[in-house]
């Protein structure tokens, strides 16, 4: 439990030295960091109509992780892997741009060695773990020292992929976290999560749009939340 604590850390609290960020006209951003010596990948959530247009680009392309030396297997056009392809193109306009700025830094390529840690809220934990399982594949990590967290997250990829992202990561190293009765988290019931689902809160409500709102903008509510369900798990 304690690497879902740093996750929540990455994502909620000021805890980067020096950062690059990202950003598609505001409609796709992430900060990468270096923290214990380690490389962390926070992915913002959507701020605008730009971005929430994404989210209905319902259909799903094969998806396309190309290896700066082969591709992998499961990439083939034969491949099963499906992803949601409106987070899969916005990924594709910063991918070539991430890998090399990691490639060419002293400082990245050791940081992501000694460990991943992959975090997002709302859209940008939809995308968590095509960006950790591409980076995976790219620079052959240890699939120990990998950590994935889907905040408030929709689910955008089938089972097949998810049966790739367990291959290349532990599985008890990815979490699916669910605020209350959050309606973003039970969209798209034909597609998958990754990993572990955690809830925190409860409601008496069956589904709501406001526990959404307050999943991504209460932050201290929500960490809290995440503390208690530490101590009793």
């Given at each position: 439990m304690k690497h879902l604590k740093r996750l929540y850390d990455i994502a909620f609290n000021n805890?980067?030295?020096?950062?690059?960020?990202?950003?598609?006209?505001?409609?796709?951003g992430f900060s990468m960091f270096i923290n214990n010596n380690q490389l962390c990948i926070d992915i913002r959530p959507t701020r605008n109509e730009a971005g929430w247009l994404i989210n209905f680009t319902f259909l799903k392309n094969e998806v396309q992780l190309f290896s700066l030396k082969k591709k992998p297997i499961y990439a083939k056009k034969s491949s099963k892997d499906k992803f949601h392809s409106g987070y899969l193109n916005e990924w594709m306009k910063y991918r070539q741009t991430i890998i090399d700025l990691i490639f060419s830094s002293n400082d990245y390529?050791?940081?992501i060695q000694n460990g991943l840690y992959v975090v997002g809220r709302s859209k940008g934990g939809g995308m968590t773990t095509l960006?950790?399982?591409?980076?995976?594949?790219?620079?052959?990590?240890n699939k120990d020292n990998v950590f994935i967290a889907q905040i408030e997250a929709p689910k955008v990829s089938n089972k097949s992929f998810v049966s790739s992202v367990h291959k290349y990561i532990n599985k008890e190293n990815i979490f699916f976290c669910v605020y209350k009765k959050d309606i973003v988290t039970k969209?798209?019931?034909y597609n998958k999560y990754a990993g572990n689902r955690i809830q925190l809160g409860k409601s008496k409500l069956p589904i709501s749009f406001s526990h959404h709102r307050i999943g991504c903008h209460e932050e201290e509510e929500v960490y809290q939340l995440l503390i208690d369900y530490i101590e009793n798990n």
């Open positions: 805890i980067a030295s020096k950062e690059h960020c990202f950003s598609i006209k505001d409609s796709f390529s050791t940081a960006i950790a399982l591409d980076l995976v594949r790219n620079f052959d990590l969209l798209l019931p």
